[in-house]
């Protein structure tokens, strides 16, 4: 069963660039996509975007000028940076899976961002 | 973008009765080509993230209990608890991925009457 796990600083100031990474574990991070998902606390889910192994991204137009999700196969692992953040950036922030259909099979457990000063 | 719409935003239901959430779609999500409904469904327990219960609509993921079903094509979805348990108690949220960015439904909250 593949794991995901999510890394990163809790906590960011405003106007700061956010940084997460997601390590794929029991499983390869090759031949799927690999997603960022968040969730204001109390709210629902927002997809961010994604990344296939071959390094293409998709990233949600709200937020594709602030975003970029890069990848590391050889550590199977995928990184997240949002820049200019706001307080509105403050969510739990998932890695998951898909194939190339874009439901989500696997989820990391989840980190909370604060965006604070 | 495609905007999903799920009502109740919160439902009641006694323990060993059916629930059933509804979830309707701002467009079309069946692809023709395929007759398969891009219509995926999650559960979210309290701290925990969500978990894929059904995709294409109405397919089971392996280790989803039977009680757990989905139906409905084209705008309107629905899934069914056919007897609810203590443990069903979350948030429920549909997802569209027929088009690009994929987006869910708000949530319905289901409570024990």
């Known amino acids: 069963q593949v794991q995901l796990q999510e890394s990163g600083p809790g906590l960011v100031k405003p106007s700061e660039t956010l940084s997460l990474t997601c390590t794929v574990s029991n499983g390869s991070i090759s031949n799927y996509y690999w997603n960022w998902v968040r969730q204001p606390p109390g709210k629902g889910l927002e997809w961010i975007g994604n990344i296939y192994n071959s390094g293409s991204a998709n990233y949600i137009p709200s937020l594709k000028s602030r975003v970029a999700i890069s990848v590391d196969a050889s550590k199977n692992q995928f990184s997240m940076e949002l820049s200019s953040v706001t307080t509105a950036d403050t969510a739990v922030y998932y890695c998951?899976?898909?194939?190339?259909?874009?439901?989500?099979?696997?989820w990391g457990q989840g980190t909370l961002v604060t965006v604070s000063s | 973008d495609i905007v999903m719409t799920q009502s109740p935003d919160t439902l009641a239901v006694s323990l060993g009765e059916r629930a059933t959430v509804n979830c309707k779609s701002s467009q079309n999500i069946l692809y023709d080509s395929n007759n398969k409904n891009y219509l995926a469904w999650y559960q979210q327990k309290p701290g925990q993230p969500p978990r894929l219960l059904i995709y294409w609509a109405s397919t089971r993921e392996s280790g989803v209990p039977d009680r757990f079903s989905g139906s409905g094509s084209g705008t309107d979805f629905t899934l069914t608890i056919s007897s609810l348990q203590a443990e069903d108690v979350a948030v429920y949220y549909c997802?569209?991925?027929?088009?690009?960015?994929?987006?869910f439904g708000q949530g319905t909250r289901l409570e024990i009457k």
């Open positions: 997802q569209q991925y027929y088009i690009s960015p994929p987006t």
């Open positions: 998951a899976r898909s194939d190339n259909k874009f439901y989500f099979d696997s």
